[in-house]
């Protein structure tokens, strides 16, 4: 007949799984495996694509770069261009600048842009996009499909996931059929977080083809 478990051996018993749980190997081991399925559904949201998961998944410096690369497309439009330009490709750049304000961010102007939260560009874009799907179809279907190959750490706060792009088709250039490409994730509240590389992330270029020739 085996001996009744005694309260406290229960509790000694606890306190040993705590520990454990709480021991420097227990926490880079969950780190290990909290990193790579986070990369893993960063990249499901990338692919499918989900923006909302997307966005539930990007780091708040993320965003804000994001929000910061948007208004690049204006700050562009007004730096002095080297030699004679064709005024048509003025033109077209302005009617393009108008396109996206009216359109895809739904703002009067780039100051009002840079004012919105980082999240709400965020969003906009991908619901844009979203409405573009039916026409990116044959271009989406030459980008890469990516795995995730491993990680290291750079420090308590970034890790880096490795990433192998594989390429089945060709579109204009003849990019090797192998490429490596590397993921940020940063910590935040706990858990990690994507800085939105590389290239994920709806894009708005789609939108040129809503632009109209010079007359």
């Not at 890790?159 to 910590?187: D, G, H």
């Amino acid at each position: 007949m085996q001996p009744p478990v005694r309260a406290h051996q229960v509790v000694a018993t606890l306190i040993g799984f705590v520990a454990l749980a709480l021991s420097p190997r227990a926490h880079a081991q969950q780190d290990h495996n909290t990193i790579e399925l986070i990369a893993a559904d960063v990249l499901q949201a990338d692919s499918l694509p989900d923006w909302r998961m997307l966005l539930g998944l990007a780091h708040p410096a993320a965003l804000v770069a994001y929000r910061h690369d948007q208004l690049q497309i204006f700050t562009m439009q007004d730096l002095p261009l080297p030699g004679e330009v064709n005024p048509c490709f003025v033109k077209q750049m302005k009617q393009y600048g108008r396109f996206l304000l009216d359109t895809v961010f739904r703002v009067p102007s780039a100051d009002s842009l840079a004012r919105l939260a980082p999240e709400s560009v965020f969003a906009r874009v991908g619901r844009f996009s979203a409405r573009l799907r039916p026409r990116r179809a044959a271009i989406d279907s030459f980008l890469p499909t990516r795995k995730i190959v491993g990680h290291v750490l750079a420090n308590d706060s970034t890790a880096y996931v490795v990433l192998e792009e594989q390429y089945t088709s060709r579109l204009l250039s003849e990019p090797p059929e192998t490429q490596v490409q590397v993921m940020t994730l940063r910590r935040y509240r706990g858990t990690w977080r994507s800085m939105l590389d590389p290239d994920l992330g709806e894009s708005v270029g789609g939108a040129m083809v809503s632009m109209e020739g010079c007359k």
